[in-house]
């Protein structure tokens, strides 16, 4: 089978896949480049919408390199007959970030580490994890692996499963989104962003929470509504925000970054080299098994 590996990746990634698998590296999709291939393998920058499938005339699988696939048209897939796959191989990667941000908040890490390089050695007071009530939205394996991690900082945690992403029994205390809004002094965010969860984070949300409760973004930046959560930072309605993802990427020099009350990173949750060392792996695992 012919697989075409689309979108950018970096370097290592590229030589570890091609050790054991031939492919095809394009940067960017076109007619010729894709219409031949039997397997596709993308990543969340790559839209693959209808008309993007049409071009795919011999399309019999499709990776999305990814463990979020809102790039992807589901619905066009299951009306052609093509397999779908994606790739989570980095739920440590992202929960352990989850945390980063939530520390670097919570203690001031970013400010006292600048004030440090100015030469400057003023220390702040901030506050710990323990014994805070940690509200996760969103249960798949990421939301999961946070709750888990939490516990061993001795949170209190409560979740709720927007996308009905627990299989089974859970351990986590389940409760409605407003009560966990309400309870929580750290909401952490871990849904998938489709029509439901779009901008589920709005206004009335953001004025149900605590003041002195701070907001973590690892999942999707549409999610939340960032005009309102900008104006709730700004005014002091919540405490802070620890943000990895936002509605249009690349951010640049926009306000709701510039706060100082917020610690951002480039969408670099899943950016670690363990992370996509899995990920490799679990693409050999999947065309192992599909060819």
Not at 31 to 42: H, I, M, R, S
Not at 225 to 254: M, N, Q, T
Request: hydrophobic letters at 40%.
């Amino acid at each position: 089978m012919k697989v075409v590996l689309l979108g950018g990746y970096p370097d290592f990634v590229i030589k570890g896949i091609k050790r054991k698998v031939k492919i095809v590296h394009l940067e960017s999709p076109g007619k010729k480049g894709v219409e031949n291939a039997e397997v596709l393998v993308v990543t969340p920058r790559i839209k693959v919408d209808k008309k993007f499938l049409e071009m795919a005339k011999s399309l019999k699988i499709l990776i999305a390199f990814s463990h979020g696939y809102e790039h992807v048209d589901t619905g066009t897939l299951k009306e052609r007959g093509i397999k779908f796959h994606t790739i989570p191989g980095s739920t440590a990667s992202v929960a352990e970030l989850t945390f980063g941000l939530m520390i670097s908040v919570l203690r001031k890490i970013p400010e006292q580490d600048r004030r440090m390089k100015r030469g400057e050695w003023k220390r702040e007071f901030g506050n710990e994890l323990y014994g805070k009530t940690l509200g996760v939205i969103g249960l798949g394996p990421i939301g999961m692996d946070v709750c888990k991690i939490a516990k061993s900082f001795g949170m209190n945690v409560v979740a709720c499963d927007p996308n009905k992403l627990v299989k089974g029994k859970s351990n986590v205390k389940m409760i409605s989104l407003d009560r966990l809004l309400k309870i929580s002094d750290v909401v952490s965010i871990h849904a998938h962003l489709d029509r439901k969860t779009k901008h589920m984070i709005g206004d009335k949300q953001l004025k149900s929470m605590k003041r002195s409760s701070i907001l973590i973004n690892t999942a999707r930046g549409g999610i939340v509504d960032s005009r309102v959560l900008y104006k709730s930072l700004k005014s002091g309605r919540i405490r802070g925000a620890g943000l990895d993802v936002f509605e249009k990427e690349p951010v640049g020099k926009k306000k709701l970054v510039g706060l100082p009350n917020v610690v951002s990173t480039p969408h670099a949750g899943a950016n670690t080299i363990e992370g996509e060392d899995r990920k490799i792996k679990m693409l050999f695992d999947i065309l192992k098994k599909e060819t």
